[in-house]
């Protein structure tokens, strides 16, 4: 299994304003994603982080709204841009890890007023 | 296209009694199965997952789940239901390992003195 944390745990934002959550994996891992658990919700994959190049993004998500860095193997970021009362959720990122699991960090609660 | 349908968003059981937590996919190819459990205010961890091989699968805390192809099921049973099991549990679909996950919309375990 991956030990997974993210950063902040939880936060409370003003509308317009951009979060960025870390998350941090204690090993090497090829591949990270980012997931979205809206109130009462399932999870929602958003993209998928990179190493050296570009996420690549789902349906409906853009990298004006949530731009993502990958700059190692190990560590990957999330920012929510221009909040609006809709992106209040959970913020999840998940790795690969080895056995063919995706093993999930404990989430970043946002609440944007 | 891969889809995961949950019946039942909430279940209620006794302690002690047989707990069934159902789920169906959908997949063009065959399929990688995971139930992943969702404590209050926490990640999601995994619980069991099926990729090849034995159709019954053990995780932990005493549940399991069984691969029926002929039913596209993968249903998480367990014998006798803890309170300490109260939580949401989410069944996810890849097309591989390496791919990414399709959720359910999840089911809320409720257990009851």
């Known amino acids: 299994s991956a030990v997974i944390s993210q950063k902040p745990s939880r936060d409370i934002c003003q509308r317009g304003t951009s979060l960025t959550i870390q998350c941090q994996v204690d090993?090497?891992?090829?591949?990270m994603f980012w997931y979205r658990q809206q109130p009462g919700q399932s999870l929602t994959l958003i993209a998928t982080?990179?190493?050296?190049?570009?996420?690549?993004?789902e349906s409906g998500f853009v990298i004006d709204k949530f731009p993502i860095s990958r700059p190692n193997l190990t560590f990957s970021t999330l920012t929510v841009s221009n909040m609006s009362p809709e992106d209040s959720s959970i913020y999840l990122c998940?790795?690969?890890?080895?056995?063919?699991?995706?093993?999930f960090g404990p989430g970043t609660r946002l609440l944007v007023l | 296209a891969q889809s995961v349908t949950q019946l039942g968003s909430h279940v209620s059981v006794s302690e002690g009694a047989l707990v069934l937590l159902r789920c169906n996919y959908s997949s063009s190819v065959p399929p990688y199965l995971f139930w992943y459990v969702q404590y209050p205010n926490q990640g999601l961890q995994l619980l069991l997952k099926y990729t090849t091989g034995a159709t019954l699968v053990k995780g932990i805390n005493g549940f399991e789940a069984e691969f029926k192809k002929s039913e596209t099921s993968f249903h998480l049973t367990k014998p006798s239901a803890h309170m300490s099991d109260a939580a949401e549990y989410f069944c996810?679909?890849?097309?591989?390992?390496?791919?990414?996950?399709?959720f359910g919309k999840g089911t809320m375990l409720l257990v009851s003195p």
């Open positions: 982080a990179n190493q050296g190049s570009e996420a690549t993004y």
């Open positions: 090993s090497q891992v090829t591949m």
């Open positions: 996810a679909v890849s097309d591989s390992g390496y791919s990414t996950l399709t």
């Open positions: 998940s790795v690969l890890a080895s056995q063919e699991t995706q093993y």
